[in-house]
């Protein structure tokens, strides 16, 4: 089972930045595709950024000037840099993973963390 902890949620006023990180611990295979989605009340989950294991990345229309999205590999960790926050921004964040284990190695599934509340307000 693979258990992802994500940290760097909080309260902020409009303008200023985050740092979001998710960890992946625990005996880990392989990860492929890493993301970010967020998640307000009343509606779905939806992606805001994702990064391959090569690096390749992709945004929402909404935060591709504003975020970016990294990853350690050597840490199985991702992270989302989020500038000039915006009231809009907030939601919770939800970090997913593609991976497999060492016990399933040929088996990836979909594992996302607990969430984490970004509360953008003056």
């Known amino acids: 089972q693979v258990q992802l902890v994500e940290s760097g949620g909080g309260l902020v006023q409009p303008g200023v930045s985050l740092r979001l990180s998710c960890a992946a611990p625990?005996?880990?295979?392989?990860?492929?595709?890493m993301g970010w989605y967020v998640q307000v009340p009343g509606k779905e989950r939806v992606l805001v950024a994702a990064?391959?294991?090569?690096?390749?990345?992709n945004y929402a229309d909404s935060v591709k000037v504003r975020f970016t999205i990294s990853r350690d590999n050597a840490k199985n960790t991702v992270y989302l840099q989020m500038n000039s926050l915006k009231p809009e921004d907030t939601a919770v964040y939800y970090c997913?993973?593609?991976?497999?284990?060492?016990?399933?190695?040929?088996?990836?599934?979909?594992?996302w963390g607990q969430g984490t509340q970004v509360t953008v307000s003056s």
């Open positions: 997913n993973a593609a991976a497999a284990t060492m016990r399933n190695p040929t088996y990836v599934r979909n594992y």
């Open positions: 625990g005996r880990i295979f392989s990860i492929n595709a």
């Open positions: 990064i391959t294991s090569g690096g390749s990345t």
